[in-house]
């Protein structure tokens, strides 16, 4: 079964011009595309031949994929509008693409341009191919939308596309990171090992029967890999962030009013969570209006 072409859309508050510039030219388009790394022109014998290109996407450690393409750019006096038609592709066996053609249309409207992509491709890899292209074509969509908006961010706002891919993945990681110490915090000392220092701690805060404290501390347990979960779901860091702010200091004090002589101990209560009060406080600063593929619209309109 073929994937559905992919379909990107968005506003920008720019004219038409200012667009096609930062999209068609190789420099530019590299620095917010995350399709591409690197994007090079080679010479026409015409003007009127097609444009072809070398490109490339670096995977990390030494790994690239390296390809060919051709465009050619059109003018429509009538209503201002611009578009430039696309065929490329790649003879390297690592990459899940093989061929494909698409186009970039530029459409004048009244707050500035109505910038749209829409483009398919040809897999590789037979029946396995198709079932990686069930996951890779929604990444590929993804990447192209999350492009567009910072495309549209440069242009409206002047921030770099480099700064703000640094904020967004910055983010990504940091992530990661809360939902990795909930998960393990929650999961490992309180529901698996049921650890006596966990147990301990909460004796000191209620006067019950220690089979009840136990239970109370698997149940505090699943409550954080919840939390950890959250962290994945919510798409809203900056308020995961804030409600931390708040969480590590009460957690601190509260460790010191249950055991005291845990600050004594090395990689303490108070540097541990000192450190992700910290980073909950940077994460707060860095999430602030991130770009998001969100901001496009992903179905095509008849009408445009």
Same mark, same amino acid.
């Given at each position: 079964?073929?994937?559905?072409?992919?379909?990107?859309?968005? @506003?920008?508050?720019?004219?038409?011009?200012? %667009? &096609?510039?930062?999209?068609?030219?190789? #420099?530019?388009?590299?620095?917010?595309?995350?399709?591409?790394?690197?994007?090079?022109?080679?010479?026409?014998?015409? #003007?009127?031949?097609?444009?072809? !290109?070398?490109?490339?996407?670096?995977?990390?450690? $030494?790994?690239?994929?390296?390809? &060919? /393409?051709?465009?050619? /750019?059109?003018?429509?006096?009538?209503?201002?509008?611009?578009? =430039?038609?696309?065929?490329?592709?790649?003879?390297?066996?690592? =990459?899940?693409?093989?061929?494909?053609?698409?186009? +970039?249309?530029?459409?004048?409207?009244?707050? /500035?341009?109505?910038?749209?992509?829409?483009?398919?491709? #040809?897999?590789?890899? $037979?029946?396995? $191919?198709?079932?990686?292209?069930?996951?890779?074509?929604?990444?590929?969509?993804?990447?192209?939308?999350? *492009?567009?908006?910072?495309?549209?961010?440069?242009?409206?706002? /002047?921030?770099?596309?480099?700064?703000?891919?640094?904020?967004?993945?910055?983010?990504?990681?940091?992530?990661?990171?809360? !939902?990795?110490? +909930?998960?393990?915090?929650?999961?490992?000392?309180?529901?698996?090992?049921?650890?006596?220092? #966990?147990?301990?701690?909460?004796?000191?805060?209620? =006067?019950?029967?220690?089979?009840?404290?136990?239970?109370?501390?698997?149940?505090?347990?699943?409550?954080?890999?919840?939390?950890?979960?959250? +962290?994945?779901?919510?798409?809203?860091?900056?308020?995961?962030?804030?409600?931390?702010?708040?969480?590590?200091?009460?957690?601190?004090?509260? *460790?010191?009013?249950?055991?005291?002589?845990?600050?004594?101990?090395?990689?303490? @209560?108070?540097?541990?969570?000192? =450190?992700? &009060? %910290?980073?909950?406080?940077?994460?707060?600063?860095?999430?602030?209006?991130?770009?998001?593929?969100?901001?496009?619209?992903?179905?095509?309109?008849?009408?445009?």
């Amino acid at each position: 079964m073929k994937g559905k072409p992919i379909y990107v859309e968005i @506003p920008i508050d720019a004219s038409v011009e200012e %667009v &096609w510039e930062k999209t068609q030219n190789p #420099e530019l388009h590299e620095q917010w595309d995350l399709r591409f790394s690197s994007i090079t022109y080679l010479p026409k014998k015409s #003007e009127d031949d097609p444009q072809s !290109f070398r490109y490339e996407r670096r995977l990390g450690c $030494g790994v690239k994929v390296t390809g &060919w /393409g051709k465009s050619v /750019g059109t003018h429509s006096k009538k209503d201002g509008s611009k578009a =430039s038609s696309l065929h490329f592709g790649t003879d390297q066996k690592i =990459s899940p693409i093989s061929e494909g053609k698409g186009y +970039w249309k530029y459409v004048p409207s009244n707050n /500035g341009t109505i910038f749209i992509t829409q483009y398919d491709y #040809e897999g590789r890899f $037979g029946l396995f $191919g198709k079932f990686l292209d069930l996951l890779f074509r929604p990444a590929m969509g993804w990447g192209t939308a999350l *492009s567009f908006d910072v495309l549209k961010r440069w242009i409206e706002r /002047g921030e770099l596309p480099r700064s703000q891919y640094l904020r967004f993945f910055s983010i990504g990681i940091i992530t990661m990171f809360f !939902f990795f110490i +909930w998960l393990y915090h929650g999961l490992v000392p309180k529901m698996i090992a049921k650890h006596p220092e #966990e147990v301990s701690m909460l004796s000191s805060f209620i =006067s019950l029967e220690e089979t009840v404290v136990v239970k109370w501390v698997w149940v505090i347990g699943l409550l954080e890999v919840l939390f950890a979960v959250v +962290w994945l779901l919510y798409p809203t860091k900056r308020h995961l962030f804030a409600l931390q702010m708040i969480i590590f200091p009460i957690l601190t004090i509260s *460790s010191f009013i249950a055991s005291p002589s845990l600050w004594l101990a090395p990689f303490n @209560p108070v540097t541990f969570n000192a =450190s992700l &009060w %910290v980073l909950s406080i940077i994460g707060f600063l860095l999430a602030n209006d991130l770009p998001s593929a969100s901001s496009c619209r992903r179905a095509r309109r008849e009408a445009v």
